[in-house]
């Protein structure tokens, strides 16, 4: 029996496998010349283990689970004082810089990822593994199939890398799925040259209807001047972030 019981509706999948627990911990760069790191999920703290070897690194955990808690104070004495209860989107990591690291539930990654936008600039590095089709589109270039609103929004601000695949088997439960492990570390880029929230407006509403050139999708943000531009005969998915960038300025104007 498993030390712990994974709840369904916090989308638990506990990691059993030692050698993928080390990868991933060893995934961490230290880009940005940060000291904390943050694990979101930890569980049993199979890759807990693995970061706490890493001695030039101050972890903390965040875990909203009461029994995975307990077990992580019986377990980890070590941890004492850096076990954080509740709900990581809810709360306000009070560190100047940290890096994020975890296993996180499928049915949160897309709002970590918002909120790890919000702080980027606290936040250097994230390392993670999700579900492998988020990962991929998360990761894909401009041009492809997969790319969509978070590979927009990810690399205006991070490099982004598609580390390696995760099985199914290696859970406990195993998901329906594969995995994926990623890594985005912070680029150059200080600000957008446009209205930033302007910015995600036109990337969001662009490609909830990608099918269409974005003459037709942005209807309800262009007026005709603007719409001459070569821009708007493409689709979402062929725009670069710095093309992005354009239309937004184009459109603000």
């Known amino acids: 029996m498993y030390p712990v019981r994974a709840k369904k509706h916090l989308g638990q999948h506990f990691l059993k496998d ?17 000291k904390h790191v943050v694990e979101i999920g930890p569980g049993t703290g199979m890759l807990t283990k693995y970061l706490l070897e890493k001695k030039e690194n101050d972890v903390s955990v965040v875990e909203i689970d009461r029994e995975s808690v307990e077990f992580l104070k019986l377990n980890f004495p070590q941890l004492k004082g850096k076990i954080i209860e509740g709900d990581f989107l809810k709360m306000d990591i009070n560190l100047p810089h940290y890096a994020i690291i975890g296993n996180f539930p499928y049915n949160i990654s897309s709002q970590i990822f918002f909120k790890t936008l919000e702080h980027r600039n606290q936040i250097p590095e994230v390392v993670c593994m999700i579900q492998k089709e988020v990962a ?36 406990v439960p195993p998901p329906k799925v594969k995995s994926g492990v990623i890594r985005l570390t912070r680029n150059t880029t200080a600000a957008l040259d446009c209205d930033e929230k302007q910015f995600f407006n036109v990337v969001k509403t662009a490609f909830n209807q990608r099918r269409k050139t974005l003459r037709n999708a942005l209807k309800s943000l262009t007026f005709a001047p603007v719409a001459e531009s070569n821009l708007f005969n493409k689709r979402a998915e062929q725009l670069s972030v710095g093309e992005f960038v354009e239309l937004t300025k184009l459109l603000s104007n």
Do not use: M
Request: proline share 4%.
């Open 18 to 34: 030692e050698n993928i627990a080390r990868k991933i911990a060893e995934s961490l760069t230290g880009h940005g010349g940060y």
């Open 136 to 171: 991929q589109r998360i990761a894909s270039p401009p041009g492809s199939k997969e790319y969509g609103i978070l590979s927009v929004l990810l690399s205006a601000f991070y490099d982004i890398e598609y580390l390696f695949t995760v099985n199914e088997t290696v859970f």
